[in-house]
Each structure stands twice: as C-alpha cells, then as structure tokens.
C-alpha cells in the first residue's frame, strides 16, 4: 500500500494550495480518506476527512471555510484545498486512509509520507 502525498510548498500568508494524494495497493474506494497534519514537538491533529462516495466530508472546526477535502475514485486520488494560508498552519500534511470515514486519528490504517507546508508571514 502507498500513499504518496505531494503539493506542498513554501508560501506568503494569505496565498493557497492544493495538496494530492495518490493512493495505490488498495481499493480506494473502500477507504476513507482523511487529511492529518503535525508540527515538530506537537501531537498530531486531525484536519479533514471524506467519505468513501466523496458525498460526506468532516473538517476541523478551526479551519472550515479555508479548508476543503475532496476526492476523484476514478484516479484514486484525495485532494486538501486550502485558501487563505495562515502562519499557523505551517505543518507536515499526512494523508491517510481508514476502513471508516472518521475524525479519530487513531482509525487511519495507512499512512503516506507527508508533504511540508510552510507558510512564510
């Protein structure tokens, strides 16, 4: 199984990026999919997740509105949008993969490498 995580980057507070996930090994369609992110020294925290139809998704609180999940099943692929970057969300950003569509870091099965967002203010 490989989830290979890509899109991030170094930008100015303010700017956007998308994140991808390509996902293989595993029916993707079967998985729900989700968006984790951590800061060195910190715990991990949940960002985002998606339902395996893509119709259902679950975004942190303290990001709706800046933060949109999203997937394609036809190319096995989930996707983090995120507009109006803040200092703040400076962060490795972790795909991931679970048997159910859930907030709860603890149900994702697999996990991909990680993408660095760095947002310079």
């Known amino acids: 199984v490989q989830l290979q995580a890509s899109g991030g980057g170094l930008v100015e507070a303010g700017g956007s990026l998308r994140l991808s996930c390509v996902v293989s090994?595993?029916?993707?369609?079967?998985?729900?999919m989700g968006w984790i992110r951590q800061v060195p020294g910190k715990e991990r925290e949940f960002v985002a997740a998606i339902s395996r139809g893509g119709n259902n998704s679950i975004v942190k609180d303290s990001v709706k509105g800046r933060f949109t999940i999203s997937r394609d099943n036809a190319k096995n692929t989930v996707y983090l949008e995120i507009l109006n970057l803040k200092p703040e969300d400076t962060a490795t950003y972790y795909c991931a993969a679970s048997p159910a569509y859930s907030p709860r870091i603890r149900d994702y099965k697999y996990w991909g490498q990680g993408t660095q967002v760095t947002v310079s203010s």
């Open positions: 090994g595993l029916r993707f369609i079967a998985y729900g």
